[in-house]
């Protein structure tokens, strides 16, 4: 099973966690598989489904900008980690696995085995379909935000601190997407309240 998130980076928005368990005997329709970051947004679309489609498990965890800021960037993401591989192992029947983390922390207590690889998109087939699957909810996510708060751009930014981005929010001063502990976000905080 791959574990893999999308969006620690960006100044708003939730951390999105997947946790992917593949066939050992892939199918064709999975070849294409690869890290996220590497993909357009078209093919991730494209092979999301058949990720979910020929997946064995499939399972989803978030870290909402409240508990980014409450407990930090890393524990947050690892707590979601923990849920989703959770969740994606009782899908799964009860069959063992081992867990296999994208990047250089472990799990903390987790009762599944695990083992981190850093870069494991690149290397592991199940990390990168969680890449894809993260990348693709985190995605979608960030366009309902951009209906929701209108304005800020997360539709095209994704919540990152681009131009465009910091420009929103110093026009409109930051919204419940935010992540205030963010400096640029906790910057904009002090300036509205000035």
């Known amino acids: 099973m791959g574990v893999d998130e999308a969006g620690r980076g960006p100044l708003a928005g939730p951390v999105v966690v997947a946790a ?4 050992e005997d892939s199918s064709p329709g999975l070849d294409e598989v690869r890290d996220s ?9 494209r092979l999301f489904g058949v990720i979910v489609s020929e997946a064995l498990a499939v399972s989803v965890a978030w ?3 409240g508990a980014i800021d409450e407990y930090n960037i890393l524990k947050a993401t690892l707590t979601a980690m923990g849920r989703a591989s959770r969740r994606a192992a009782a899908k799964a029947g009860g069959r063992a696995f081992l867990v296999l983390v994208d990047g250089p922390s472990r799990i903390p207590d987790s009762a599944l085995p695990q083992e981190k690889i850093v870069g494991g998109d690149a290397l592991s087939l199940n990390i990168a379909a969680a ?18 708060y209108p304005g800020y751009g997360f539709a095209r930014h994704k919540g990152y601190g681009t131009k465009a981005h910091l420009d929103a929010l110093e026009r409109l001063g930051p919204c419940a997407a935010h992540r205030r502990s963010y400096a640029p976000v906790a910057r904009s905080v002090l300036e509205t309240t000035k």
């Open 131 to 148: 890449s894809i699957v993260a990348k693709v909810v985190r995605d979608r996510w960030m366009a309902r935000l951009d209906r929701r």
């Open 20 to 23: 992917v368990s593949l066939p």
């Open 63 to 65: 870290a909402h900008p």
């Open 37 to 45: 970051k590497m993909m357009t947004p078209r093919n991730r679309e």
